[in-house]
């Protein structure tokens, strides 16, 4: 059966294509719409596929169904695998009974992403094999693949995808007429297998691993590389490459109307590297072109393999087919211009800057805790979410990882005195990873404010449910007094005065207690179509021109998109773009320019 | 067959929307497909940019120099295209008035036509796909197929949807 499929679908029906029965994990893009697939094609049959509080967490919930021998699957990004990290290093020892999955989602090029690793170095560190699809279409194969692998073998499996397989559509051939086999999970008591203490039973099961990673370095020849090399025709020199990188070479030497053998890597870790080097013998000069790190060329290492770690190709960012051809120029495989120059340069053109949507209320919590706390005898530490955006406003200084804003603040209270330190973060951030710090500041007595931007909804990655929206029974409140802080709760009004009264109020609280005074803010995302109505006013903003004074203060502190300077240099806001929360009105402008439209 | 589009535009205005339409297109006359879209940040109101390759493609990104087609829903984001756009490609762009350039172009004031209630606002991506359904004369797919894929992707709005693609064809035969 034919579908157009984004990547990440393929991967869903890939899972449910080789009875996966367990799917956990945490959203991030490019990987958020792996699980939310699966939820929607899964249909009556027997399968849990449901979000985590973190990766660490979904990839553990997951893991245990394995052992318990059914199939089973964690999806995340590429951060996320960070935080997954310590419990994949112990996995990767252990072994599974029914197939496990990793699904990691890597962000060449930064592209929503803090960093650029390449997760196929994390399989390698961790000794677990790794395949690396081009397209959807083979991302649906791969997850198939990497199921029969993990089964067989008994090891996790990575599926490494990256963005541009993830977010790429292709028509994808799926089986017809697919009959989901469920397993009854039985787990079978095995201690020294399943608990991992240490020394004998891990001494044991390292030397287990290399063996396993012999059988399947043996398996990725045979099956998956030997069939490849004979269809070689020998040509002087040789490209080897895997994943999304491939489609770029094909691609370029199709283009360049160059005869050069490729060879697509499937499974770049574990290679079968003495055989590798055997072929690369064979070529004067072999050039390996992968995203993002040098996996397969340290592999291969020799004397006329070439590619990163020679210089030949670039060191950081996406791969784009100059790329590529500018790498084929210096190692001498072509001679001829570069096609790929533009024709065309853009000119006089306005960059749009992502931004806080109009009407969120994360932008006036920022545009507060600035007027109460001023920029220079404070501190910002933040989080990762939409209200990371509150950069646009400098109502953040620092941004680091998942749940580091607390243990940050933390940090900065005990080096920087003189300062007053307020963190923001967003629900889900602080369920995923902000507990133990704020756990941390309390027991070492720490002083500082800890916002919590509560919209009840992972609004970044595509408005995933909460714990607490999933089960009330998860009360954030308790949690935070739970830990031992102070709680003041804040139910947003989209009224700009209460707001800003109400960090007055947290300003005198703060001064007179010492410990971590946690701010809960009762909001919503405006995208979030179950809750918005409720709190949307349908108040709409026009400009009374004659009172504004192009100041700039809210292109600057407050920065909503239909706000903009007109021809005459008078702020104009856009009907299309305003949606009606009339924030703006009540008291964002130092002379008052703004009016609702009904009165114009 | 080769062809590849890039659609330029921002956050809401239905960038993916058409890709989906063009995807399906392909899958029914049997051509090769491949797409890629920006998501995360540019969700919120940035660029987002589509490549769109139907036929014996292996890797979903356009270079640049390469696109037969610019489909812009936004002058700006079209400008910050060109570079992706080959020498004498195709432009259809909702813009009052676009840069002279070596290429053909079909400027659109479709900002303007939809204040002046001609057609829905947040029907403007189907409209672009009308004019260039009409000015295109080498876009790979007819009026009749684009119609069907619509239907397949929300029968619901499908009518709706129609009356602004025709709307767009008639317009378009008037310039």
């Given at each position: 059966m034919k579908l157009t499929l984004m990547g990440n679908e393929a991967i869903a029906w890939g899972l449910i294509h080789s009875n996966t029965q367990m799917v956990s994990g945490y959203p991030g893009t490019p990987s958020s719409e792996i699980l939310t697939t699966v939820q929607k094609i899964k249909k009556d049959l027997p399968i849990y596929a449901e979000w985590a509080t973190n990766e660490k967490v979904g990839f553990e919930v997951a893991y245990a169904g394995a052992i318990?021998?059914?199939?089973?699957?964690?999806?995340?990004?590429?951060?996320?695998?960070?935080?997954?990290?310590?419990?994949?290093?112990?996995?990767?020892?252990?072994?599974?009974?029914?197939?496990?999955?990793?699904?990691?989602?890597?962000?060449?090029?930064?592209?929503?992403?803090?960093?650029?690793?390449?997760s196929r170095e994390f399989a390698r560190f961790a000794r677990i094999p790794v395949v690396d699809p081009a397209t959807p279409a083979e991302a649906y194969e791969f997850t198939k693949l990497a199921s029969k692998i993990s089964k067989h073998f008994e090891t996790p499996v990575m599926l490494r995808s990256v963005m541009r397989v993830s977010h790429s559509r292709e028509i994808v051939d799926i089986d017809e007429g697919f009959k989901f086999q469920e397993v009854k999970g039985d787990f079978q008591r095995d201690i020294s297998r399943w608990a991992a203490v240490p020394r004998a039973g891990r001494l044991k099961q390292a030397y287990e691993q290399l063996d396993r990673l012999d059988k399947i370095r043996e398996y990725n020849y045979k099956e998956l590389i030997e069939p490849k090399i004979k269809e070689l025709k020998g040509t002087k020199n040789l490209?080897?490459?895997?994943?999304?990188?491939?489609?770029?070479?094909?691609?370029?030497?199709?283009?360049?109307?160059?005869?050069?053998?490729?060879?697509?890597?499937?499974?770049?870790?574990?290679?079968?590297?003495?055989?590798?080097?055997?072929?690369?013998?064979?070529?004067?000069?072999?050039?390996?072109?992968?995203?993002?790190?040098?996996?397969?060329?340290?592999?291969?290492?020799?004397?006329?393999?070439?590619?990163?770690?020679?210089?030949?190709?670039h060191q950081v960012d996406e791969m784009n087919k100059e790329r590529v051809l500018e790498a084929l120029k210096k190692i001498g495989f072509y001679e001829g211009e570069n096609i790929y120059t533009p024709a065309f340069e853009?000119?006089?053109?306005?960059?749009?800057?992502?931004?806080?949507?109009?009407?969120?209320?994360?932008?006036?919590?920022?545009?507060?805790?600035?007027?109460?706390?001023?920029p220079k005898k404070s501190i910002y530490p933040s989080d990762i979410g939409c209200y990371t955006l509150g950069i646009n406003l400098e109502g953040i200084d620092t941004v680091l990882c998942m749940g580091a804003s607390v243990s940050m603040a933390h940090g900065f209270s005990i080096a920087d005195k003189n300062k007053t330190v307020i963190a923001t973060i967003g629900d889900s951030t602080f369920f995923h990873g902000g507990i133990p710090p704020l756990i941390n500041a309390v027991y070492q007595k720490a002083k500082?404010?800890?916002?919590?931007?509560?919209?009840?909804?992972?609004?970044?990655?595509?408005?995933?449910?909460?714990?607490?929206?999933?089960?009330?029974?998860?009360?954030?409140?308790?949690?935070?007094?739970?830990?031992?802080?102070?709680?003041?709760?804040?139910?947003?009004?989209?009224?700009?005065?209460?707001?800003?009264?109400?960090?007055k109020e947290v300003k005198k609280r703060y001064e007179e207690i010492?410990?971590?005074?946690?701010?809960?803010?009762?909001?919503y995302c405006v995208l979030d179509k179950e809750r918005a109505k409720d709190f949307l006013p349908g108040i709409f903003a026009t400009v009374d021109e004659e009172k504004c004074v192009a100041c700039d203060v809210c292109t600057t502190q407050f920065v909503c998109p239909p706000m903009h300077y007109n021809e005459k240099h008078k702020i104009e806001i856009d009907p299309l773009l305003c949606i009606g929360c009339g924030v703006c009105i009540t008291g964002i402008c130092p002379t008052d320019a703004f009016i609702p439209r009904s009165e114009k | 067959m080769k062809y590849q589009i890039v659609v330029a535009g921002f956050g809401g205005q239905g960038v993916v929307f058409l890709v989906k339409v063009l995807s399906i297109c392909a899958g029914k006359k049997g051509y090769k497909f491949l797409g890629t879209e920006n998501h995360g940040m540019s969700q919120r109101g940035g660029s987002v940019s589509s490549h769109i390759k139907i036929?014996?493609?292996?890797?979903?990104?356009?270079?640049?120099?390469?696109?037969?087609?610019?489909?812009?829903?936004?002058?700006?984001?079209?400008?910050?295209?060109?570079p992706y756009l080959k020498k004498g490609g195709k432009v259809v762009v909702n813009a009052d008035e676009f840069p002279k350039i070596?290429?053909?172009?079909?400027?659109i004031d479709a900002n303007g036509l939809a204040e002046q209630g001609v057609f829905d606002a947040k029907g403007l991506n189907v409209f672009m796909l009308g004019i260039t359904l009409e000015k295109v004369k080498d876009f790979p797919f007819s009026v009749d197929e684009v119609k069907a894929a619509i239907e397949e992707i929300n029968p619901k709005f499908a009518p709706k949807n129609f009356e602004i693609l025709d709307k767009a064809i008639e317009y378009a035969k008037n310039i």
């Open positions: 318990a021998g059914v199939n089973a699957a964690a999806t995340m990004k590429q951060v996320g695998l960070n935080v997954a990290s310590d419990a994949l290093m112990s996995a990767s020892f252990i072994g599974n009974k029914g197939a496990f999955v990793l699904i990691v989602a890597d962000d060449p090029g930064f592209n929503s992403s803090q960093t650029e690793q390449d490209i080897i490459s895997s994943g999304a990188a491939y489609g770029y070479v094909k691609e370029v030497l199709e283009e360049l109307g160059l005869d050069i053998d490729l060879l697509k890597i499937d499974m770049p870790y574990p290679l079968p590297n003495d055989r590798l080097k055997e072929l690369v013998k064979k070529y004067e000069k072999v050039l390996v072109v992968e995203e993002t790190y040098p996996v397969i060329e340290e592999e291969i290492r020799s004397e006329n393999v070439y590619g990163r770690m020679s210089g030949h190709m853009p000119h006089d053109a306005h960059i749009r800057k992502p931004n806080l949507c109009p009407g969120c209320p994360h932008r006036d919590m920022y545009f507060a805790i600035k007027k109460v706390f001023r500082f404010i800890l916002v919590i931007l509560d919209n009840s909804t992972v609004a970044m990655t595509g408005r995933q449910t909460t714990p607490e929206r999933e089960n009330p029974e998860v009360d954030l409140k308790k949690v935070v007094e739970g830990c031992g802080a102070e709680v003041m709760e804040y139910f947003y009004k989209p009224d700009i005065n209460e707001t800003i009264n109400f960090f010492d410990k971590p005074l946690v701010v809960i803010s009762r909001q | 036929g014996d493609f292996y890797n979903p990104l356009i270079d640049y120099a390469q696109a037969d087609l610019l489909i812009g829903l936004d002058k700006d984001e079209a400008i910050l295209n060109l070596d290429a053909e172009i079909y400027a």
